[in-house]
C-alpha cells in the first residue's frame, strides 16, 4: 500500500494500488484536455449568474439517466424543495441526503440525473437531493438553515444510523458545516458522511489555491473568491460554519473524502481529513492522481468515476 504526501504535517495511504499510481485512463486525459481548454475560454468573460443558471437549464433536458429510477418524487423536507430518488436496490431503510456543489449559486437535482442514481445504486440507499437557497440572493445561512431543515425531515423517517451525508465542492464543505451545526445544538449526527473534492475554506488559505492553480484542469482560482464573497456576504469567512475547516471536528461521524492531487481544492480536503484525525474521528482520505474536480459526476465517461463511485458504495454499506 503506498503512502503519498500531500501537505508538511499529514500523508495519506493510497487505498488502492490504481489510486496510487499516476496513471490515468486515456478518458480522463482527454476529459482533462478538454476541461483545460474550456477553463481558458471561460477566463476570459465574466458571466452573471442569472445568465449562468439560465445556460445550465437548457441542458437538464439532455442530462441522461431518468430510466434508471424506480421512483423520482418531488418532496417538501420541511420548506425545502427536494427530491426522493430510489433504483431497484435500494433499501428502504438507508437515506442519504445529497449535498450539491455549484459554489453556493448554481445547482440542481436535474443536473445531477446521471449521478444520484449510482449512488443510490452503489450504496443500496434512497437519496434525498434538496436544493438549498442560492447565493447571492440568499447567502449564509440560508444554505445551512435549509440542510439542517432536510435533515430533520429525513431523520424524523429514517433511523439516525442509517442516514448518510453526501456532498461535492460547495456541497462538501456544507456537509461538514450542518454536522457542525447539528452537534452543536445537541442533535443527533448521521451515521457516515462522504465529500467529494470539500470547499472547506471559504478564505482559500490553502496551499494548493496557489500551488496548482495552473495545474488545476478546470478550477479557476480567479474566479472563485468572488463566489465566496456573495455566500459570505459579510460574514467571517472563516467562520466554522462557513469554512469547516476552522472547526472543532470533535464527534463527527465516520467519513469519506475524495479529491484530485491537484485540484485547488486539494488541501481544503487534506487539512479537513488531518483536523479530524488530530481529534480521532473515524476519516478516511483518498487523493487520486490527476483527477478533476468531482470527477464521479462523469462516471459515464471515467473508469475512474465508476470506480470511485463503488468505493464510496462500499464505504456506505459497510456504515449504514
Known amino acids: 500500500m503506498a503512502r503519498v504526501a500531500y501537505s508538511d504535517s499529514v500523508s495519506f495511504e493510497a487505498a488502492a494500488p490504481s489510486i496510487a499510481e499516476e496513471k490515468i485512463s486515456r478518458r480522463a486525459a482527454l476529459l482533462r ?8 475560454s471561460l477566463s476570459k468573460v465574466d458571466t452573471p449568474i442569472p445568465e449562468l443558471r439560465r445556460h445550465l437549464r437548457r441542458i437538464e433536458p ?26 431497484a436496490g435500494s433499501r428502504s431503510d438507508r437515506c442519504i441526503l445529497y449535498f450539491h456543489g455549484g459554489g453556493y449559486a448554481v445547482g440542481t437535482g436535474a443536473l445531477y440525473r446521471d449521478f444520484l442514481w449510482r449512488v443510490a ?9 434538496f436544493d438549498y437557497r442560492l447565493a447571492p440572493e440568499h447567502p449564509f445561512p440560508a444554505a445551512l438553515n435549509d440542510a439542517v431543515s432536510a435533515y ?8 439516525r444510523s442509517r442516514i448518510a451525508f453526501v456532498g461535492d465542492s460547495a456541497g ?17 449526527l448521521p451515521r ?14 490553502g496551499a494548493s489555491w496557489q500551488s496548482n492553480a495552473a495545474a488545476d484542469p478546470m478550477m479557476d482560482a480567479d474566479k472563485i473568491p468572488q463566489l465566496a464573497r456573495n455566500y459570505s456576504a459579510g ?16 464527534g463527527l461521524p465516520s467519513t469519506l473524502i475524495h479529491c484530485g492531487s491537484d485540484e485547488i481544492l486539494r488541501d481544503d480536503a487534506v487539512r479537513m481529513a488531518d483536523k479530524m484525525r488530530s481529534s480521532r474521528c473515524d476519516v478516511k482520505i483518498e487523493v487520486w492522481p490527476k483527477m478533476p474536480h468531482v470527477w464521479q459526476l462523469y462516471a459515464r465517461l471515467l473508469p475512474e468515476g465508476r470506480q470511485a463511485i463503488a468505493r464510496i458504495g462500499k464505504f456506505l454499506q459497510e456504515r449504514i
Open 33 to 40: 484536455s478538454v476541461l483545460r481548454v474550456q477553463k481558458r
Open 172 to 188: 462538501g464543505g456544507l456537509v461538514f458545516a450542518a454536522m457542525l451545526k447539528l452537534r452543536d445544538e445537541g442533535l443527533e
Open 121 to 129: 445504486e452503489a450504496a443500496r440507499a434512497h437519496v434525498l437531493y
Open 62 to 87: 439532455f442530462v441522461p439517466g431518468r430510466r434508471k429510477y424506480t421512483e423520482m418524487s418531488p418532496i417538501d423536507a420541511n420548506g425545502v424543495p427536494a427530491l426522493r430518488v430510489a433504483v
Open 192 to 205: 457516515a458522511a462522504v465529500a467529494l473534492s470539500p470547499w472547506t475554506d471559504l478564505t482559500m488559505s
Open 152 to 159: 430533520r425531515w429525513v431523520a424524523s423517517r429514517y433511523d
Open 235 to 250: 460574514t467571517d469567512p472563516a467562520h466554522p460554519y462557513v469554512s469547516p475547516v476552522f472547526g472543532n471536528p470533535d
